[in-house]
């Protein structure tokens, strides 16, 4: 059974530029979940997909953040402008039903967001 | 609301000795409880997780967690540490309805 596939894997930009992620999840699995963590932290919940739909975004900092998951399969995580502290690994991860139901979450291996 | 604590930044071990490394949590509902480890440069894999059967949880590559409701604490231990497990472990809580809350996280470096 494939992962949770993210790309790129590492990024470089200057602040105020824009960037994408983008995560294919595991087939099959319903709920979507994006991550920030940042160096030295523990992973923090930006958004929660449940197939196309949003479920929870309230940690996301819509300003400059957003995301799709248009056919409820793959989805894209876009900053706009980059501001310094956004300097993080940004981690999908996917689950068969949504959290909170003694779920498993499987994660993908990030991508590296350095804001110059 | 919940919360994680992990009670050591860091904790190192020489090969072959026993690891220990400390979760306690916090929660208003029934919790699932989850270890996960991050390898440098990989992504989270799932060690083990507690979902209200048996209290004494065993994972991969030989760890286990008791889940102890009096103290609400999650504990993960080996008996005998491998090189191979210096890593990031992160404790998680989740609940019904509840999306997951990481610790921290607890560096573990093997010493040969």
């Known amino acids: 059974e494939a992962g949770v596939a993210q790309s790129p894997r590492y990024k470089i930009i200057e602040k105020r530029q824009s960037v994408a992620f983008w995560c294919n999840p595991i087939?099959?699995?319903?709920?979507l979940y994006w991550y920030q963590q940042i160096l030295g932290q523990g992973p923090k919940l930006l958004i929660q997909?449940?197939?196309?739909?949003?479920?929870?975004d309230s940690q996301l900092p819509k300003d400059r953040f957003s995301a799709e998951r248009l056919k409820g399969v793959d989805s894209t995580l876009k900053i706009q402008p980059a501001k310094l502290e956004d300097s993080a690994v940004y981690l999908c991860?996917?689950?068969?039903?949504?959290?909170?139901?003694?779920?498993?979450?499987?994660f993908g291996p990030g991508t590296r967001l350095l804001v110059l | 609301a919940q919360s994680v604590t992990q009670l050591d930044s860091h904790v190192s071990v020489s090969e072959g000795t026993p690891v220990l490394l400390r979760c306690n949590y916090s929660?208003?509902?029934?919790?699932?409880l989850f270890w996960y480890v991050q390898h440098p440069n990989k992504g989270l894999q799932l060690l083990l997780k507690?979902?209200?059967?048996?209290?004494l949880v065993k994972g991969i590559n030989g760890f286990e967690a008791e889940f102890k409701k009096s103290e609400t604490s999650f504990h993960l231990t080996k008996p005998s540490a491998h090189m191979s497990d210096a890593a990031e472990y992160f404790c998680?809580?989740?609940?019904?309805?509840?999306?997951?809350?990481f610790g921290p996280g607890t560096r573990l470096s093997v010493l040969p």
């Open positions: 991860a996917s689950s068969l039903r949504p959290a909170g139901q003694q779920e498993t979450q499987y």
């Open positions: 087939s099959g699995h319903a709920t």
């Open positions: 997909f449940q197939n196309n739909g949003v479920v929870d």
């Open positions: 929660s208003s509902y029934s919790p699932s």
């Open positions: 507690y979902t209200s059967a048996a209290t």
């Open positions: 998680v809580v989740s609940g019904y309805g509840q999306n997951f809350v």
